[in-house]
C-alpha cells in the first residue's frame, strides 16, 4: 500500500532456509512475551519490571493496543502510589515516568507515524501530566507537543493523524491559562485563541503543497471562528469570502486535476447556502441575489478553464453543482441553459464511465 | 625516486583533468602501477581551481603556447580602487581566491554522486546546493520609443514547479494554464511520444507555442531550464526536453527546493584533487610540471617492445624532460579535428558584495544556497532588435560559502558561445547589468576579473595519436554547464579495456580502514 507517493516495503519475499528459522525463533520468543505481560497483569504486577517488558513487547508491536492498556494500568498504579508522607520524591518520580513515556511514544512515532494507539497513548499521557504538574509545566507540555506535531509535518505535511492531533494541542493551549505574574492582580485575558497562528499555519503549508486536504480542512474549520474572534463586520466578512474565493481560484487555475483544491472550492460554496447552519456560515447576510452573483461568477471563471483544459472531469462536475445551487436560489436564470447542463453531463459520463450509474442517475433526478 | 629514466609502468595517465583523474580514481585498487604525469605545475587540467596569483601565472604561461591550448585570449584585469571605503570590501590577499575554471552543476540524481560514494570519496568532498534560477527581463523602453516610461530591467525567479507558480504575480492565468500545462507533461513525456516524437527536430520555442501554447514571455525560462548555450534557433525539442525533464525531476531528491549541487571549494577541482590523492595512496606516482615530450621526431620513441615474460605489448614515450619510459598503456586526451572544437568566451568576476538577493532561502529546513544561476536569454541585452539573434549568456554566481572568495563577496562565473571580441563584450554586459539589477546597496563593484576562451580541448595538451591500441584517448570535454554523465561513460570505458575482466565492480571500493559513521 502506497502512502503519499512512499511505499511501504512489501513483505513476500523468497526467504531462505536459515532466514526461516531465524524467523520462527523470533516468533517463538515474541509469543512467549506475550504470554509473560498477560500472566503479569492479570497478577496486577503493576511494577517498573513489568512495565519494561511491556516497552520491549510494544517496541516489536505497537499496533497490539491491548497492551497499551495494560501499560496505562501499570503507569497509573505507579504514578498514584503514595511513596510515604514526603510529596516532593513522588512528583520527580512522576516527572521521570512521564518523560519517559513522551521519549518512548516520541521514537515510535518517528517508525510508526500513523499508529492510532501510540497518538492515543501520548494524549493520555499528556493529560495525566496536566492533572500531575502546575499551570506552566502543563503549558509547556502542550507547547512542546505543538513542536513536534510541527516537525511531523513538515516531514509528512499530509498526515491526517497529525492535524487531528494539532486541533487537540491547540485546543489544549486554549483551555489552559496563561500563567500570570503574582503581580498582575486582575488577568484581562488569561486565555489565548490561536485562531489566528493557525490560520497563518494553513496558509504556509498549501503554498508549500496545494495538494494537502488536511491543510485545506483544517483552513475551513477555523474560518467561522476566526471571524467571530475578529468581530469581523459584514465588509470584513465578505471581503475574507472574497479572499478566499480569489485564492482557491487561482489554485483550480494552476493545478483543475487535483482533487483537494476542488473540495475546498466545494466548501465555500456550501457555505453560501441557505441551508448552511450558523456556526460554518463566512458571510451572514447573504441574499439570494448576492448568492446568484457568486454562483454565477464561479461558473464564468471555471468555463474559462475548459479552453486549455477540455478533460478535466472535476470542472464539469463543479459546474453541474454549483448549476444546481443556482437552480435552488432562481429557477428562471439566463446564465445557463438546459442544454449546458446537458453537455456537462455528457462530459462526465465521457470522462468518468466508472460512475456511469451516478451520472445517469443525477441526469434523471435533474431531469435534462 | 630520482629520476624515472627507464622506469616501467603499467599505465601512465597524461593529465590531471577530470576524466583522467577519475579513472585514476577507478585504478586506484588495482594494484596497478601507475604514473600519472601533468605538464602544468597543478592539479586539474581544464578543471583546475586558482588563487589570484596562479591565475596569473597561468594568463602568461598560457599566451606563450595557444597551438593546441585549451584556454587562449586570457586577459585579466584590477580596476583601482576609485576611494578607499573601509565599509566596502577590497581584493583580498591572493590565497583566500579558489577560482574554478569549470563551476559545473551536478543535477542530484547524476552517476557522478553515485560513484563518489561508492568509491568512498565522497567523505573528503562538501556539496553545497544550487538555489534559484533567475532570468533577466530587459525593461521597456527602446531607443525608438521616446514615449514609453523607462522601466528598468528585472531578474525574475524561475518557477520550480506546481507551487512556485501558484505563488507567482507577474503571469496572468491563461498563461499560467499553459505552463502547467506543460509541467505536467514534461514530468513524464516519454510517455507521451506522441506529442513530441514528429517534433523532435523542430524549435524547441515553436514546440512550446505550438503545442501548449506557451507565450513569447515564458520561452526565456524555459528554454533557461535546458541550461544550453546554444541560440534560440539552434535549440531543438529533442536537445530541450530531457534537460528540461531532468530539471525538473531532481529537485526535492536531496532536499525540497533544490535539484543540483556543486562542489565547495572551486568546482570540480576538488574531485581531481580528491581522486588522484585516492590513487596515491593506492600506490599511484605523481609528477607534476612534466609532460610528454612533444617535438616531433620522437615524441615517444614509439616502439613496440616484448617483453620476454610476456607477450604485453609496450611502449616507449619520453617526457619533456628527456626521461624514457615504459609502459602498458597510454591514457591522455585525444587530438580534435578544429572542424569539432566548440568554443566558449568565459569570464571569471570577483564582486565587492555577497549580492545576497540572489540567494533567497530555497525552503524551510533546506540547506543555505552557495550558487545562483542567471540566465540572459538570447536578445535581452542587446539594444537594437535588428542585430542578428545573439546566443544567451549564463551567470553561475557564487557565494562566499564555497569557500572561493572571502566573506562580503562573491565570485561570477559567466559563460556565452558569442565568440570572438563581441562574445566578451556581451559577457562583461551582462556583469554591469547583473550588478546593477540586483537590489543591493552600494552598487557593487568589479575587485578582479579574467576573461578567456575555452575550446574544448583538455587542459593538458593531448597525446600524439597512433595506432597502437594501447594508447586510448578521452574525448574533448563537452563544456556543458551541467556535469555530463557520459564523462563517466568515457573512463568506464577506458578502465574496462585497462582492467579486462579483473577489476571486479566500477568505482566501488571498501574504506582502506574501518571509518566510524557520524551518520548512523
Known amino acids: 500500500m502506497a502512502s503519499h507517493g512512499v511505499s511501504r516495503v512489501e513483505g513476500t519475499k523468497v526467504r531462505s532456509a536459515e532466514v526461516r528459522q531465524k524467523e520462527l525463533e523470533q516468533i517463538a520468543a515474541y509469543k512467549e512475551l506475550v504470554d509473560l505481560v498477560n500472566t503479569k497483569i492479570n497478577e496486577r504486577q503493576y511494577t517498573i519490571e513489568v512495565l519494561g517488558l511491556v516497552t520491549k513487547l510494544l517496541n516489536e508491536n505497537p499496533e497490539y493496543y491491548t497492551i497499551w492498556n495494560h501499560r496505562r494500568r501499570i503507569l497509573g498504579a505507579l504514578l498514584d502510589a503514595p511513596l510515604g508522607g514526603d510529596h516532593s520524591p513522588q512528583d520527580f518520580h512522576g516527572r521521570e515516568l512521564i518523560d519517559g513515556e513522551l521519549s518512548l511514544t516520541f521514537a515510535l512515532l518517528r517508525k510508526f507515524p500513523k499508529c492510532y494507539w501510540i497518538w492515543n497513548h501520548r494524549n493520555w499521557i499528556l493529560g495525566k501530566g496536566e492533572a500531575t504538574f502546575d499551570i506552566d509545566a502543563a503549558r509547556e507540555l502542550w507547547s512542546g507537543e505543538l513542536h513536534l506535531i510541527g516537525k511531523m509535518l513538515h516531514a509528512d505535511s499530509r498526515n491526517f493523524h497529525a492535524w487531528s492531533y494539532r486541533r487537540e494541542a491547540v485546543a489544549h493551549l486554549e483551555r489552559i491559562p496563561i500563567a500570570q505574574p503574582p503581580t498582575n492582580p486582575t488577568p484581562s485575558c488569561p486565555l489565548q485563541s490561536l485562531a489566528e497562528s493557525e490560520f497563518e499555519y494553513t496558509t504556509k503549508m498549501v503554498k508549500t503543497n496545494l495538494s494537502n486536504f488536511s491543510a485545506w480542512h483544517n483552513r475551513g474549520k477555523l474560518i467561522p471562528r476566526l471571524l467571530d474572534e475578529r468581530g469581523a463586520d459584514d465588509t470584513a466578512r465578505r471581503h475574507l469570502l472574497d479572499d478566499e474565493l480569489s485564492l482557491i481560484c487561482e489554485a483550480i487555475n494552476t493545478d483543475p486535476f487535483d482533487q483537494s483544491i476542488w473540495y475546498y472550492h466545494q466548501f465555500l460554496m456550501s457555505t453560501l447556502s441557505p441551508e448552511c447552519p450558523r456556526q460554518n456560515r463566512i458571510v451572514l447576510t447573504l441574499s439570494n441575489l448576492d448568492r446568484q452573483k457568486y454562483y454565477a461568477h464561479e461558473m464564468k471563471y471555471i468555463q474559462e478553464i475548459i479552453e486549455d483544459e477540455s478533460d478535466c472531469k472535476w470542472i464539469y462536475e463543479s459546474l453541474l453543482s454549483l448549476s444546481i445551487s443556482y437552480l435552488e436560489v432562481d429557477g428562471s436564470t439566463q446564465v445557463f441553459k438546459t442544454a449546458d447542463m446537458r453537455s456537462w453531463l455528457a462530459h462526465l459520463k465521457r470522462l468518468d464511465p466508472l460512475r456511469h450509474g451516478r451520472w445517469e442517475e443525477l441526469g434523471k433526478t435533474l431531469d435534462i | 625516486m630520482d629520476t624515472l629514466d627507464n622506469t616501467e609502468w603499467d599505465v601512465l595517465i597524461v593529465g590531471t583533468g577530470l576524466q583522467q583523474s577519475l579513472l585514476a580514481l577507478a585504478l586506484s585498487r588495482s594494484g596497478k602501477k601507475i604514473l600519472h604525469v601533468d605538464k602544468n605545475d597543478y592539479y586539474g587540467g581544464a578543471e583546475a581551481a586558482f588563487s589570484l596569483q596562479e591565475a596569473e601565472e597561468w594568463a602568461k604561461q598560457v599566451d606563450e603556447d595557444s597551438s593546441i591550448a585549451a584556454f587562449t585570449n586570457i586577459s585579466i584585469s584590477k580596476p583601482q580602487p576609485t576611494e578607499t571605503d573601509a565599509s566596502v570590501p577590497s581584493l583580498s590577499f591572493s590565497r583566500a581566491y579558489s577560482l574554478a575554471l569549470d563551476p559545473q552543476i551536478i543535477y542530484a540524481r547524476s552517476t557522478l554522486l553515485r560513484f563518489l560514494v561508492s568509491s568512498k570519496v565522497y567523505r573528503q568532498l562538501e556539496f553545497l546546493a544550487v538555489g534559484s534560477w533567475w532570468v533577466y527581463s530587459a525593461g521597456a523602453g527602446d531607443s525608438g520609443n521616446t514615449e514609453s516610461a523607462s522601466q528598468p530591467g528585472q531578474l525574475l525567479k524561475v518557477p520550480n514547479g506546481r507551487e512556485d507558480v501558484f505563488q507567482d504575480q507577474v503571469m496572468d492565468f491563461k498563461t499560467k494554464r499553459a505552463l502547467m500545462k506543460f509541467l505536467r507533461f514534461i514530468t513524464e513525456y516519454e510517455e507521451q511520444a506522441e506529442v513530441w516524437e514528429q517534433h523532435r527536430q523542430q524549435l524547441f520555442t515553436a514546440f512550446l507555442s505550438e503545442q501548449f501554447k506557451v507565450p513569447a514571455t515564458l520561452q526565456a525560462p524555459l528554454l533557461a531550464l535546458a541550461l544550453g548555450t546554444a541560440r534560440p534557433s539552434q535549440t531543438t525539442t529533442e536537445f530541450a526536453l530531457p534537460r528540461i525533464a531532468r530539471h525538473l525531476r531532481s529537485i526535492g531528491v536531496f532536499g525540497a527546493g533544490f535539484g543540483s549541487v556543486i562542489p565547495k571549494w572551486g568546482g570540480m577541482s576538488e574531485i581531481t584533487q580528491v581522486a588522484c590523492r585516492a590513487s596515491a595512496v593506492g600506490g599511484g606516482v605523481y609528477l607534476l610540471g612534466k609532460g610528454l615530450s612533444n617535438s616531433d621526431d620522437d615524441h615517444g620513441l614509439e616502439s613496440v617492445i616484448k617483453s620476454d615474460a610476456e607477450t604485453k605489448s609496450r611502449t616507449k614515450l619520453r617526457l619533456e624532460t628527456g626521461e624514457v619510459v615504459t609502459t602498458q598503456w597510454v591514457i591522455g586526451e585525444g587530438v580534435q579535428s578544429s572542424s569539432r572544437l ?128 594501447h594508447f586510448l584517448h578521452f574525448p574533448p570535454t563537452s563544456m556543458d554547464p551541467a556535469f555530463d554523465d557520459a564523462v563517466l561513460g568515457n573512463v568506464r570505458e577506458a578502465w574496462q579495456k585497462i582492467m579486462g575482466d579483473d577489476g571486479g565492480e566500477f568505482l566501488v571500493f571498501q574504506d582502506r580502514e574501518p571509518v566510524a559513521d557520524d551518520d548512523e
Open chain 2, 342 to 469: 566548440s568554443k566558449l568566451c568565459k569570464s571569471i568576476t570577483i564582486v565587492s558584495s555577497p549580492l545576497t538577493p540572489l540567494f533567497p532561502p530555497i525552503a524551510e529546513e533546506a540547506p543555505a544556497p552557495a550558487c545562483a544561476v542567471v540566465v540572459f536569454p538570447s536578445g535581452s541585452l542587446v539594444e537594437s532588435k535588428e542585430q542578428m539573434e545573439t546566443p544567451p549568456v549564463h551567470i553561475f554566481v557564487h557565494s562566499s560559502d564555497t569557500g572561493e572568495c572571502p566573506a562580503g563577496q562573491s565570485i561570477l562565473y559567466a559563460f556565452t558561445s558569442l565568440e570572438g571580441n563581441t562574445g566578451f563584450q556581451l559577457l562583461d554586459k551582462a556583469v554591469q547589468t547583473l550588478l546593477s539589477t540586483v537590489e543591493v546597496t552600494p552598487i557593487p563593484t568589479t575587485l578582479w576579473s579574467v576573461r578567456y576562451v575555452q575550446h574544448s580541448v583538455g587542459g593538458s595538451g593531448p597525446l600524439p595519436r597512433s595506432a597502437n591500441d
